[in-house]
T-cell receptor, first 112, second 115 residues
Framework: EPEVTQTPSHQVTQMGQEVILRCVPI?????FYWYRQILGQKVEFLVS????????KSEIFDDQFSVERPDGSNFTLKIRSTKLEDSAMYFCASSRTSYEQYFGPGTRLTVT | AQSVTQLDSHVSVSEGTPVLLRCNYS??????LFWYVQHPNKGLQLLLKYTSAATLVKGINGFEAEFKKSETSFHLTKPSAHMSDAAEYFCVVSDRSGGSYIPTFGRGTSLIVHP
């Protein structure tokens, strides 16, 4: 069964450094998403991406964040200058329609 | 605006007994509702979804949920818990606010299954 994959599973970085989180969505899916879950808190929507552009973004998704689909298979989330409060689990998801999303296993980002 | 409340942060049951995970929602539009399960170190897996068809929705692994508009509830049930059901469960609401389907997650309910 096709799955969404994410790499790395755990990323440790120093404050102020740039990180890129990678996702490989399911191959025939058209919509792509990033979510984050700070430890002990809710899963929060960050951004959705369709037709090579951002379709929706939340207040969390500020200028420090960017997304890209560089090669037709990967979907990346970049954080330009990480802050301590960016430490969280980041989930990628993809869907064929705008309804049912398939989630990856997540990347745990730890900012020190 | 949409919101979802999972009434219990933890639910503990014995193997073989029924499971009830409660979820209440608010939505200005006709919502779509989902339950996801997350096992340790795994991604979120869709258990079932309601999208304005039958109000009783059957999902994977014997789970089902009933959409009750009058009670604004979408509780998840299973007749008989299995040890492998131990996981975190998320209720999610999504309506067409502003023309999009951005989902809102509940805080999650941790299901503990005792032998």
């Amino acid at each position: 069964e096709p799955e969404v994959t994410q790499t790395p599973s755990h990323q440790v970085t120093q404050m102020g450094q740039e990180v890129i989180l990678r996702c490989v969505p399911i191959s025939n899916h058209l919509y792509f998403y990033w979510y984050r879950q700070i430890l002990g808190q809710k899963v929060e929507f960050l951004v959705s991406f369709y037709n090579n552009e951002i379709s929706e973004k939340s207040e969390i998704f500020d200028d420090q964040f960017s997304v890209e689909r560089p090669d037709g298979s990967n979907f990346t989330l970049k954080i330009r200058s990480t802050k301590l409060e960016d430490s969280a689990m980041y989930f990628c998801a993809s869907s064929r329609t705008s309804y049912e999303q398939y989630f990856g296993p997540g990347t745990r980002l730890t900012v020190t | 605006a949409q919101s979802v409340t999972q009434l219990d942060s933890h639910v503990s049951v014995s193997e073989g007994t029924p499971v009830l995970l409660r979820c209440n929602y608010s939505s200005s539009y006709s919502p779509s509702l989902f339950w996801y399960v997350q096992h340790p170190n795994k991604g979120l897996q869709l258990l079932l979804k309601y999208t304005s068809a039958a109000t009783l929705v059957k999902g994977i692994n014997g789970f089902e949920a009933e959409f009750k508009k009058s009670e604004t509830s979408f509780h998840l049930t299973k007749p008989s818990a299995h040890m492998s059901d131990a996981a975190e469960y998320f209720c999610v609401v999504s309506d067409r606010s502003g023309g999009s389907y951005i989902p809102t997650f509940g805080r999650g309910t941790s299901l503990i299954v005792h032998p």
